[in-house]
Structure formats: structure tokens, C-alpha cells
């Protein structure tokens, strides 16, 4: 047996695919059957990632990251206002100069 490129895996696959037996291209590429067999499951259970449309996964998972972020600084203004309260801070940027 010889190692197969990416290129030459595809094209046995295809051939798999279109019907021709799985016994004529082992013996004519050098692989076993089981290993095209293997190439051609992952080949049927991937198609449909080929055609999915990454661009909403993309947008879904920016989305997700940007409410995350408000929720966060929220979390963060609420806690800043608590210890305000809490210790009656002032803030250098909230002293104000005419008291």
C-alpha cells in the first residue's frame, strides 16, 4: 500500500460514489476496501457541510460573544454601584470641586 494525497483519496471516492466496485478500484489505486469504504462514509456524512452557510454560524457565535459581553459589563456596574454604596466611596473622577 501507498500513501494517497488528499487529490487522489477524492477521485477514489468519487468512484466509489458513482457505483463502480469497491474491489476493482482497491486492487487498481492499492487500498484496501475497508480503507475506501472508511474515505466514503466520511465523504457521504461531510457533503452537507460542503453547502452549509458558514456565514450564519459566524453571526450566530458573534452574536453570542457580544451578549456576552453586555451581560458582563452590566454585571460589572452593578458591582461597581454596590461597593459605591457599600464603603460610600467617591470616585476621583465623580469629587466634586466646589464643596
Known sequence: ???QT???KASI???ALRGEK???LSSDYQ???NQINRWKKTAEDELE???ADNRRK??????GTIDELYKLVGQR???ISWLKKKYKLELPGEIGFDK
Open 1 to 3: 500500500m501507498k500513501k
Open 6 to 8: 488528499p487529490k487522489q
Open 13 to 15: 471516492v468519487l468512484a
Open 22 to 24: 469497491v474491489s476493482k
Open 31 to 33: 487500498v484496501h476496501p
Open 49 to 51: 457541510n460542503i453547502f
Open 58 to 63: 459566524e453571526n450566530k457565535s458573534k452574536d
Open 77 to 79: 456596574e452593578m458591582e
